[in-house]
């Protein structure tokens, strides 16, 4: 990294206590936070144990479980950065939360009641909006989803955006609220254990679920010297990674997080042997910790019998999308106090691996100069940052020459959309003037986009992933795409993902109880499952994120993608946005009230470096120029969303717009309905793009304008109805 990036502040709620001190005291007293589960949503016999957030008193506003504490969390970090609700303007801000199923619990109050209302808190959108409704915010706001890594992963992207200059302070972390929804699909998959968790221990049999609510603050480590800021941590390095295994399972050699951990070390000036104390995944089931070990003995070798570690989850449950930022902010107090906490529920002669150094009895004091994170996650996802004493002398690393400032190309545009299958069938119905479909896509007009054979038990959401992705690949050219794939990433937007699994899953949880689940719908409900999917068929190794819950996500995932190879950090990657038809989600919505139809749809990129594209001989669409993010949820709010963007970045004529006003989202529908226009949630403005550079096609308020040309530039606006808002610049290249 060309500048350090330091944290400032930290917020935690837990099972072990309502703020980040209380759950330091709970970890240096050895006390657990696991005890008998209050707060899910449907009675269980025997009644299960987790480590549950303490009750808070009633909230006159009926806020969320999730908001109530991420608001707990919020207050305190911003108290100790000492920011108010009003001062949060004087510096570019943003914040990026990392959850597993968001609102889920919401859904479930929606099934049982079947009141539109019921529904409201299940986008992520709607969280954090509620989440920063006391405060005037105005900068980036987003969510990010990697299952179990998401709250780490936020911390890498917080890291990357600060490094862009696109942001002085950027709040990051994670959290997922306990329900039955999480509870019925770990238990599905035989992965919770009656029993406390004993990590690493031979007699392993699963985890507990717990709730955490993390956040912590990032700054530069110049810009918070001057203004005097209490640093708590340097972050010296981090890295992402895919396994390409299994969907659920891990790499039983630990291939996908060793390779994450060796990137953090690539990426600092760290090696092994200053690792003070390794804070692991440790969910204590069976093959996760095998495969853990596995990959902390390739890279720490013969030192690992001599590396502190400790399994955090001892005392918290698995908090999910909480649970990296959680333990790291844990792990930050343990390097502050220089103590290396006991790990709980086992003894030394109990552990399976010998050449482990968990330490099994009360806390004992270290020097620790540096320390060693690791969250893993379903889809094979791999998150690990490195942390550094603010008190050690700062050592950079060597310039790496591939951390240079790049152009960003399109090469490969892939889109589907109803009765509108691929490329050339979406360009010949924009051209023919056809009025676009609502609803989803015949499962028959998939044939030669995907295998279907592999995909007979996805979710719609994951083939049209899947086939957008193969549209993108054929027309990028890409001859070999394995060696492809071996460094590249991948950012999927969607607005609301496998609903129609998810909502069918769920219903038979609600209907039939906690041991009617069913594991295959579980596991192909989760918000990450599309990058998963395009992980596991194209073998990708690379990181793998999903924005979740806004219609600006897929607009969010192609700009940050584009950040993220422009300053070296990827060489390439699979981007773009999915979403599902679902009347549910129509409902939610309130499209009909807006005169909207929805409608399924997928538009994938790929995007390369353009030493890469040039170096493969690829053809190139255009040059992904400047992005810029904001957040405005006030009445009437288009005009200043998009003040909010043009304030930040000059946007060329014309500019496409995509705002979630209603009169504005995208394509016309001319034939029974003329007073709706069709909406295909993230992908809207991601479409808009294909069809200007497949096609030359602008999709303008008035439908298909097309003359067979395209200027230089154009810029594309889009927002959504939580106060998101993003645009990005694009320049058209004409090849020979």
Not at 21 to 50: D, M, V, Y
Not at 200 to 207: K, V
Not at 379 to 390: A, T, Y
Not at 426 to 446: F, H, M, T, W
Request: a negative charge; charged letters at 20%.
């Amino acid at each position: 990294m060309s500048f350090q990036a330091v944290i400032t502040g930290a917020g935690l709620v837990s099972s072990i206590g309502r703020n980040s001190e209380e759950c330091w005291k709970s970890i240096t007293a050895g006390q657990s936070g696991i005890r008998e589960l209050t707060s899910i949503e449907q009675e269980i016999q025997p009644a299960p144990i987790g480590g549950e957030a303490p009750p808070e008193p009633e909230d006159s506003s009926d806020l969320p479980r999730e908001v109530i504490r991420l608001r707990m969390a919020m207050q305190e970090v911003l108290c100790e950065i000492g920011l108010d609700a009003s001062s949060q303007g004087d510096v570019r801000h943003g914040i990026i939360l990392g959850t597993t199923l968001s609102g889920m619990r919401s859904g479930g109050r929606y099934l049982r009641t079947k009141r539109t209302a019921d529904i409201n808190g299940f986008l992520a959108a709607s969280t954090l909006s509620r989440l920063l409704e006391p405060y005037d915010w105005k900068g980036l706001a987003l969510t990010t989803s990697s299952a179990c890594s998401s709250g780490l992963a936020s911390i890498c992207l917080g890291v990357s955006l600060l490094e862009a200059g696109l942001l002085d302070l950027v709040l990051v972390g994670g959290y997922d609220p306990i329900s039955e929804y999480a509870y019925s699909g770990f238990n599905s998959l035989r992965l919770i254990s009656e029993n406390r968790p004993k990590p690493f221990s031979a007699n392993r049999d699963g985890l507990q679920l717990g709730e955490s609510y993390a956040l912590l603050a990032l700054e530069r480590s110049e810009s918070a010297e001057a203004r005097g800021a209490n640093v708590i941590a340097r972050i010296s390095g981090f890295g992402e990674t895919s396994d390409s295994f299994h969907l659920t399972q891990p790499h039983p050699d630990g291939d996908g997080a060793a390779r994450a951990i060796q990137t953090a070390f690539n990426g600092s000036a760290l090696k092994r042997d200053d690792i003070g104390l390794i804070s692991a995944h440790a969910t204590a089931t069976p093959n996760n910790d095998a495969s853990e070990y596995a990959a902390l003995k390739s890279i720490f070798q013969e030192r690992l019998a001599q590396t502190p570690l400790v399994a955090f989850k001892s005392y918290l449950g698995h908090t999910l999308g909480g649970a990296g930022a959680a333990e790291l902010i844990l792990t930050a107090m343990a390097m502050r106090s220089n103590r290396v906490p006991q790990t709980l529920n086992i003894k030394r002669s109990e552990l399976e691996f010998n050449d482990i150094a968990i330490n099994c009895d009360p806390l004992f004091e270290s020097q620790i100069d540096h320390t060693l994170s690791i969250s893993l996650g379903f889809g094979g996802c791999n998150s690990c940052v490195l942390l550094s004493s603010p008190e050690v002398a700062e050592v950079k690393p060597s310039p790496n020459p591939s951390r240079v400032s790049q152009n960003v190309v399109i090469t490969g545009v892939g889109a589907v959309f109803p009765e509108a299958v691929g490329n050339d069938a979406y360009i010949s119905q924009l051209k023919e003037g056809r009025d676009p479909v609502g609803g989803n896509i015949c499962e028959a007009e998939l044939n030669g986009h995907i295998n279907t054979r592999r995909t007979r038990r996805m979710s719609m959401f994951s083939k049209l992933v899947l086939a957008a992705t193969s549209n993108a690949l054929r027309s990028a050219d890409i001859q070999d795409v394995e060696s492809f794939s071996q460094t590249c990433g991948s950012i999927l937007g969607s607005s609301h993902g496998s609903s129609e699994y998810a909502e069918q899953y769920y219903s038979q949880v609600v209907e039939e109880g906690i041991a009617s689940a069913n594991p295959v719908m579980f596991a192909e409900g989760v918000p990450n499952v599309g990058t998963a999917h395009i992980s596991l068929m194209l073998g990708l190794k690379g990181p793998a994120q999903t924005i979740i819950g806004s219609r600006t996500a897929g607009l969010d995932a192609l700009s940050l993608a584009a950040i993220r190879i422009r300053q070296g950090e990827w060489e390439r990657a699979i981007v773009g946005g999915a979403d599902e038809y679902s009347r549910t989600a129509e409902q939610l919505y309130g499209h009909l009230d807006r005169g909207l139809v929805s409608r399924a749809g997928g538009v994938m990129f790929v995007l390369e470096s353009e030493a890469s594209a040039l170096a493969r001989g690829a053809g190139i669409f255009a040059r992904i120029g400047e992005s810029a993010f904001g957040f405005d949820s006030g009445p009437c709010a288009a005009k200043a969303q998009k003040r909010l963007i043009s304030d930040q970045i000059d946007l060329p004529e014309p500019i496409l717009t995509s705002m979630a006003t209603g009169g504005e989202c995208g394509q016309k529908r001319h034939a029974d309905q003329a007073q709706y226009e069709v909406e295909s949630h993230c992908v809207t403005p991601l479409g808009l793009i294909s069809a200007a550079l497949l096609g030359r096609i602008f999709l303008g308020e008035t439908g298909a304008d097309s003359d067979g040309s395209v200027p230089p530039e154009f810029a594309v606006l889009a927002s959504d109805l939580h106060g998101s808002v993003t645009g990005l610049v694009l320049e058209v290249v004409e090849n020979d």
